[in-house]
């Protein structure tokens, strides 16, 4: 079915493309967009604020990083656009595995960008029961970086350079009826291995810039967000 198209004469499959490169902070993006990133970008931790539905488990190809782009709360709109690093570890016995990564960095919560290239041409469009939801392919091989400090992160989202204080923040996730259901946000120190042999060490959901372990966490009060 051919994309529907708007008075302006963007297509919704190109408007989708580029919401997904501005509010990931994506690399190749004009001034414009980096400044829309900008102003959707929050200090705060970018939760789901339901479950969303990413769309089928067929959609997300087994070892390879998606882009996921989608409303956290379609009842604020746009403002709630977010973008989670996805990849398909395979099963685990019978059961499918997935490593959900928040693009937002730990250290203020700018969005980070995948460190290799993203298939544009790739780019499918699902429907959720939230919306909408863009899947961009990309293969970033040297992990994710931030532009906004140089904070930097590998495929499993362990900082390894920049003031980041943490890992980059992981989604809990479900399976239901085929389909990949995202859950709430919970924070990371570090990861040990990959993909679905991967052990997680994880706490409660932390803000930006705090860090959730060592001498420096005991600096920083009870977050009330920090209990999922």
Same mark, same amino acid.
């Given at each position: 079915?051919?994309?529907? %198209?708007?008075?302006?004469?963007?297509?919704?499959?190109? =408007?989708?493309?580029?919401?997904?490169?501005? +509010? &990931?902070?994506?690399?190749?993006?004009?001034? &414009?967009?980096?400044?829309?990133?900008?102003?959707?970008?929050?200090?705060?931790?970018?939760?789901?604020?339901?479950?969303? /539905? $990413?769309?089928?488990?067929?959609?997300?190809?087994?070892?390879?990083? *998606? +882009?996921?782009?989608?409303?956290? /709360?379609?009842?604020?709109?746009?403002?709630?656009?977010? @973008?989670?690093? *996805?990849?398909?570890?395979?099963?685990? !016995?019978? +059961?499918?595995?997935?490593?959900?990564?928040?693009? #937002?960095? %730990?250290?203020?919560?700018?969005?980070?960008?995948?460190?290799?290239?993203?298939?544009?041409?790739?780019?499918? +469009?699902?429907?959720?029961?939230?919306?909408?939801?863009? $899947?961009?392919?990309? $293969?970033?091989?040297? !992990?994710?970086?931030?532009?906004?400090?140089?904070?930097?992160?590998? %495929?499993?989202?362990?900082? %390894?350079? &920049?003031?980041?204080?943490?890992?980059?923040? #992981?989604?809990? =996730?479900? *399976?239901?009826?085929?389909?990949? *259901?995202?859950?709430?946000?919970? @924070?990371?120190? #570090?990861? /040990?291995?990959? !993909?679905?042999?991967? #052990?997680?060490?994880? =706490?409660?959901?932390?803000?930006? &810039?705090?860090?959730?372990?060592?001498?420096? @966490?005991?600096?920083?009060?009870?977050?009330?967000?920090?209990?999922?």
């Amino acid at each position: 079915m051919a994309a529907a %198209t708007s008075s302006t004469g963007v297509s919704r499959h190109g =408007f989708l493309a580029a919401a997904a490169l501005a +509010v &990931g902070g994506l690399a190749g993006i004009g001034a &414009g967009l980096r400044a829309l990133g900008g102003a959707l970008a929050s200090a705060s931790p970018a939760g789901a604020a339901e479950p969303v /539905d $990413l769309g089928p488990l067929s959609a997300f190809p087994e070892g390879q990083f *998606v +882009v996921a782009t989608f409303l956290s /709360d379609p009842q604020a709109g746009e403002v709630s656009r977010r @973008s989670a690093y *996805v990849r398909n570890n395979g099963l685990v !016995g019978r +059961v499918p595995s997935f490593t959900i990564l928040s693009s #937002r960095c %730990t250290h203020v919560g700018c969005p980070t960008q995948p460190n290799g290239p993203l298939f544009t041409r790739r780019l499918r +469009v699902v429907d959720g029961a939230n919306g909408e939801v863009s $899947l961009l392919p990309t $293969l970033p091989a040297a !992990g994710f970086g931030c532009p906004c400090h140089g904070s930097q992160f590998d %495929t499993e989202g362990n900082r %390894t350079a &920049g003031p980041a204080p943490r890992a980059l923040d #992981r989604y809990e =996730f479900s *399976v239901r009826n085929g389909r990949l *259901v995202l859950g709430g946000l919970y @924070s990371v120190s #570090r990861v /040990d291995g990959a !993909g679905a042999r991967a #052990r997680i060490r994880r =706490f409660g959901r932390h803000g930006a &810039g705090e860090p959730v372990d060592g001498p420096e @966490s005991l600096l920083y009060p009870a977050d009330p967000l920090a209990s999922g």
